[in-house]
């Protein structure tokens, strides 16, 4: 099947007729994770190309995104586990100055339905707030997300906010975002990088041993 309709019409950002396609090709057959790789992950991409080659700007590039938040929405009964139980708490956030949070949702939407307990903090989160969600729901991993090179250093901060208020050696940190590297990762101390949602909930388990 293919999701060059659906992809299209996420990059004009047409909300309406993207969310019937989503769901058109979930009556279809389509495989939800197919549809978020190849039409609407795919549609970024090419989004992120035209806003770097200056033929797209961000009221654009925003209606995109606005477009592909509707179709996530129509696919996330697809992407959500039966079970109740709770493998562990993930406070999770975008880092202070940076305002992506699709992939930073999707990373939430995956761990949740893998049986994870999630605090999504949403965008721009200062190391504060990440030290202060730590403490009151008893976080387990902290999980952090940037989109831009200029706010990666945010999460070296509230690694370090995290470790001056002694949570260091109880929390696992969890880093990604596109410009986020493993590499990145091991400099600034965190557990681990998850290149996208799906290598985010086994990364999760893996740091909880569940
Ligand atoms: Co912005 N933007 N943007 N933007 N934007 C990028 C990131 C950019 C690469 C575009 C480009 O130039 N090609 C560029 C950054 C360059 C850089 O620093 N390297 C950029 C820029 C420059 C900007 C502004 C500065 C533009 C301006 O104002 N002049 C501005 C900054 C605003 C701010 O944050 N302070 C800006 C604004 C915006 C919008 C608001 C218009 C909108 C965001 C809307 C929203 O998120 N609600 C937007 C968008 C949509 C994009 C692109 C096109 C798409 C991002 C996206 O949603 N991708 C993006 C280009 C691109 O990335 N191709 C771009 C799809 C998403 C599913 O992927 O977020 O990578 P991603 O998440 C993946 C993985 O990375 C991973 O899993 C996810 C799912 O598989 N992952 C994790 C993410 N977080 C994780 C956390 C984990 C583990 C895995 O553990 C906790």
């Known amino acids: 099947m293919s999701f060059e309709t659906l992809s299209q019409t996420v990059i004009k950002g047409d909300m309406q007729a993207a969310a019937e396609l989503t769901r058109k090709a979930l009556d279809d057959g389509a495989d939800a994770q197919q549809i978020l790789d190849q039409g609407l992950i795919a549609a970024m991409d090419v989004v992120g190309r035209k806003f770097a080659e200056g033929a797209m700007f961000v009221p654009q590039m925003l209606r995109s995104a606005k477009t592909m938040q509707q179709c996530v929405e129509v696919l996330k009964p697809h992407f959500q586990g039966a079970g109740m139980t709770t493998k562990g708490t993930i406070i999770l956030g975008t880092v202070k100055g940076d305002l992506h949070d699709i992939g930073k949702n999707l990373v939430a939407m995956m761990l949740e339905g893998a049986g994870f307990r999630i605090v999504d903090l949403g965008v721009d989160v ?5 030290v202060e969600a730590v403490a009151k729901e008893n976080g387990q991993i902290v999980g952090m997300s940037a989109l831009l090179s200029t706010t990666m250093p945010a999460m070296a901060e509230t690694i370090t906010a995290l470790t ?19 590499d990145y990762a091991t400099s600034v101390g965190a557990d681990c990088y998850a290149p996208d949602a799906g290598s985010a909930v086994t990364e999760a388990k893996r740091l909880l041993d569940v």
């Not at 001056?164 to 493993?182: N, S």
């Open 126 to 130: 200062s190391p504060a707030a990440f």
């Open 164 to 182: 001056t208020a002694g949570h260091r050696e109880t929390v696992k940190i969890m880093i990604g975002g596109a410009p986020v590297t493993a």
